[in-house]
């Protein structure tokens, strides 16, 4: 016998706030996205291009975007997914159950699909994680503009289930998408690390020195052949979230004061600029064939279809196992639809194909062409099959 739906507890940043860049900053992200889209392909595209690739100080304008303003994002993400397992909607394993299992389905089988297609293609095959994460800005965006034909509880669920997606594309990025490792930075940055979590230990509460190090972290990361980015996590992870003891889910504790400080900035502007600067490509010369190219048709079938078949999976053989229910209030439609919006992988797509084929940029093109269509494709069906229900009650 299946259990009946229940309630999911709702996420503390539903409550207070947006999560990460929230629909506000999802709707900001898609507008950067087409005039990236609008501007590669205008009289401007040249100088564009160019701008991107300008040199300041050690790096370019692209990198310090991707390696310096994403740190930030996963410094977010971070706190976010400390914030949410400890104090929020994933404290117990229950309440993970439904999500994690969702999350786990939603990865595998869309890099599963994108393997199927470049199988006989090796030297495209480094990208089979690049349809495997979601966009949690772009997918609350479109449940924000159907409104009440979403239920609450669906638009919690995809929030717990994008937090969990977001923690297993940082562990892919720190595990598959490295360079050469450097043994004097790793160590270095090992002891940081312990300085950071030793400040947690004594219970500091000032955010400064955590920040402090935190810079001195990245670089170190930089420079050690793990991507910058996974400082920002680690940072994170170190900051305390309690003010005093006994007091959970306390307003002015460090990790709430930070969280709350970088929301905005991440939604309404580094989100937007990494938008901007990774959207654009151009679309001269290309013909439909271009679709059919490995990484073009890999991305693209592994958002559209390897998201909604492993999230729809992976609800179901939640449901029908009995170790959980699906969301209050939310019908299989209801499911389906959100299992096709996951197929929206605009920031973390890009941001994972950047990495996947950094020294091939002949590729470059293909994954942005496939992370559109894609995209595109389930934004498009999801809202359709979503709107189509009668409005939610809750």
Not at 45 to 64: D, I, K, N
Not at 91 to 98: F, V
Request: contains cysteine; hydrophobic residues 55%.
């Amino acid at each position: 016998m299946q259990p009946s739906p229940r309630r999911l507890p709702r996420p503390l940043s539903a409550l207070r706030g947006q999560p990460v860049s929230g629909a506000g900053g999802g709707l900001v992200l898609m507008a950067s996205a087409v005039l990236a889209l609008v501007v590669a392909n205008g009289p401007y595209g040249e100088a564009y291009a160019h701008a991107l690739h300008a040199t300041v100080g050690p790096l370019s304008v692209l990198r310090w975007i991707n390696d310096g303003l994403m740190a930030v994002f996963f410094l977010l993400v971070g706190l976010e997914i400390k914030r949410e397992i400890l104090d929020g909607a994933l404290r117990t394993w229950p309440d993970r159950a439904l999500p994690g299992i969702a999350a786990l389905g939603g990865m595998a089988v869309p890099a599963l699909v994108y393997a199927a297609v470049n199988a006989s293609s090796p030297e495209t095959l480094r990208g089979w994680a690049i349809p495997a994460a979601t966009d949690i800005a772009f997918a609350l965006g479109v449940l924000a503009l159907l409104g009440s034909r979403a239920p609450v509880s669906l638009k919690i669920f995809l929030t717990a289930l994008a937090i969990l997606d977001d923690l297993g594309a940082v562990v892919i990025i720190a595990l598959f998408y490295t360079a050469d490792l450097s043994a004097p930075m790793l160590a270095l940055a090992g002891a940081v690390t312990a300085m950071l979590f030793s400040l947690n230990r004594v219970g500091l509460r000032r955010l400064g020195p955590y920040l402090i190090l935190g810079a001195v972290l990245w670089l170190l990361v930089l420079r050690s052949g793990l991507h910058a980015t996974v400082a920002g996590v680690v940072l994170a992870l170190a900051i305390p979230l309690r003010a005093s003891p006994g007091r959970p889910d306390d307003r002015e504790s460090p990790l709430h004061v930070l969280e709350h400080a970088l929301q905005p900035w991440v939604a309404y502007a580094i989100l937007p600029v990494f938008g901007f600067a990774n959207a654009g490509v151009s679309l001269a010369g290309l013909t439909p064939g271009a679709l059919l190219a490995p990484v073009t048709l890999g991305v693209a079938a592994g958002l559209f279809v390897g998201k909604q078949v492993g999230v729809l999976g992976g609800v179901w053989l939640a449901v029908r196992t009995g170790l959980a229910a699906r969301p209050a209030g939310a019908s299989w439609r209801h499911v389906y639809g959100v299992a096709l919006l996951c197929g929206i992988g605009s920031t973390m797509s890009l941001f994972i194909g950047g990495l996947a084929f950094a020294n091939t940029p002949e590729f470059d093109t293909g994954i942005k062409l496939g992370v559109i269509v894609g995209s595109v494709l389930s934004t498009l069906t999801g809202a359709l099959v979503l709107s189509l229900g009668p409005q939610a009650t809750e």
